[in-house]
């Protein structure tokens, strides 16, 4: 294991010990929780393997379903139908089968009108959850957030240079245009709530994101680097992934 700044990153051999790494990170911090859990996830094709191992034995035994609520990070405006939908590929991966429906707190694509109008009711409802409109850092508003890394340095849905990662105020904004595909308007929780966790965990998997890696792990200012907990943040990613100077 080795830490850049605040950041740790642990190597492993390839996408089946990497989901295994983070389904036990995702259980072991809602251990750490005898209360009510949240858990932010991710959208793309990284945590496929993940949302399927928590749905098998024997991680799906050791999660408190009852007491755990599961939220997305960002999710393209696209309705609950459509294949490209980020919580439906979640739902259909194991929260349809595990978890309680009024624990799956999906971003409302189908009932609003607009990227913004979803940005507003998902912001409400996590404020609604969180009992306040403000957050406080002594009280994370999730345990875990998943995060993915896009090749131009994208996380969530917080593009290099646009706006919506310079925000502070609000916190889930509407995103008119992708930078990337899928080219649909995005719908993306901002900075300061997705760093308000315990722990950000990082998902990074493939010979095709060690371009990417390079430049993040080189610091340039991308928003994948930007994207830090205010508790832990771990970056969990593959051999085939590690940029060829990197000795972790
Ligand atoms: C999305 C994601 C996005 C994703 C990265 C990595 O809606 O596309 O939330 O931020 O995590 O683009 O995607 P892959 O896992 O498919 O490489």
Request: glycine share 6%.
């Amino acid at each position: 294991m080795t830490a850049i700044g605040r950041r740790q990153i642990i190597m492993v051999a390839d996408p089946a010990a990497l989901a295994q790494a983070a389904a036990e990170r995702v259980l072991a911090r809602m251990a750490g929780n005898s209360g009510r859990i949240a858990i932010c996830l991710t959208g793309g094709s990284s945590p496929k393997a993940l949302y399927q191992l928590l749905a098998t034995e024997p991680y799906r035994a050791r999660i408190p379903w009852d007491r755990a609520h599961w939220f997305i990070g960002d999710e393209r405006f696209v309705p609950v139908g459509d294949p490209r939908n980020n919580m439906a590929m979640a739902r259909e991966t194991f929260l349809d089968r595990c978890a309680p429906a009024a624990n799956i707190h999906p971003i409302p694509t189908d009932a609003a009108a607009s990227p913004d109008e979803a940005a507003e009711r998902y912001a409400r409802e996590l404020q609604s959850f969180y009992g306040a409109e403000a957050l406080d850092a002594a009280e994370p508003l999730f345990d875990l957030v998943l995060m993915g890394v896009g090749p131009d340095g994208h996380t969530a849905s917080l593009f290099p240079n646009y706006p919506a990662i310079e925000e502070t105020s609000r916190w889930v904004v509407g995103v008119p245009k992708a930078h990337v595909e899928p080219f649909v308007p995005r719908v993306s929780l901002t900075l300061p709530t997705l760093s308000c966790c315990r722990e950000m965990l990082f998902e990074v998997a493939g010979k095709e994101k060690r371009a990417i890696l390079t430049r993040v792990f080189a610091g340039e200012n991308l928003p994948a680097n930007r994207a830090q907990s205010i508790g832990e943040t771990v970056w969990l990613i593959d051999e085939a992934a590690r940029p060829e100077n990197f000795r972790g």
